[in-house]
């Protein structure tokens, strides 16, 4: 009995996508930092444009590490779009924003572990490892989600414990609630 070749190119074609298939593939949604030596698009913006200004004197002497009079102002220039005083606006510092002092302070008032992230980090994964330590699947797949599962909060049930106890909810619908029908509950 012969194969025609037709049949011999589709079990061809089939063989080659069951080992495309196969390949190693990395499941990092979930994780927002970047990886890799290339920039971060949302990071990147474009300086002020270069102008000569009307008296060379009436330029700053140069500080290290102060600001450049090239360097975004987003805020100030939103302030000025809008008919404010854009002047008025404080550059913000590297570090908390100003109004956050405070919150940055009480947060701290019992000393910073330094490290703290690095640590968190080995935690996590060692209790990833752990949770998900008796599954086998023939597909690679992120655990991520199943590992903390149970520490997942059920927006529809605390939205009603809330209504229960009388706390007004105006951001929520009225009618709120839980539809198991909807895609991807």
């Known amino acids: ?34 990886r890799g030596d290339g ?5 990147i913006v474009p300086p002020k444009p270069l102008q000569t200004p009307e008296s060379f004197d009436a330029l700053p002497p140069p500080t ?3 600001a450049n009079r090239t360097d975004p102002t987003p805020e100030a220039d939103a302030v000025a779009a809008l008919g404010g005083d854009g002047a008025r606006v404080a550059p913000r510092a590297a570090g908390a924003a100003a109004g956050d ?8 008032r019992n000393g910073v572990q330094p490290g703290i992230r690095a640590q968190l980090a080995a935690e996590d994964l060692e209790f990833r490892k752990r949770a ?14 199943d590992a903390y599962e149970r520490f997942a909060i059920d927006p529809y ?7 229960r106890a009388g706390v007004r909810t105006p951001a929520a619908d009225p009618t709120e609630e839980r539809n ?5 509950g």
Not at 133 to 144: A, G, P, S
């Open 39 to 43: 920039p971060e698009e949302f990071a």
């Open 64 to 66: 290290p590490g102060a």
């Open 101 to 108: 002092g405070a919150l940055v302070s009480y947060a701290a």
């Open 157 to 163: 049930e605390v939205l009603r414990l809330f209504r």
């Open 132 to 145: 998900s330590r008796f599954t086998w699947q023939l597909m690679r797949e992120d655990k991520y989600y």
């Open 1 to 34: 009995m012969t194969v025609s070749p037709i049949a011999k190119r589709c079990v061809l074609l089939a063989l080659a996508l069951g080992l495309a298939a196969c390949g190693e593939r990395d499941i990092t949604l979930h994780e927002l930092r970047v």
């Open 180 to 184: 198991d029908n909807r895609v991807g």
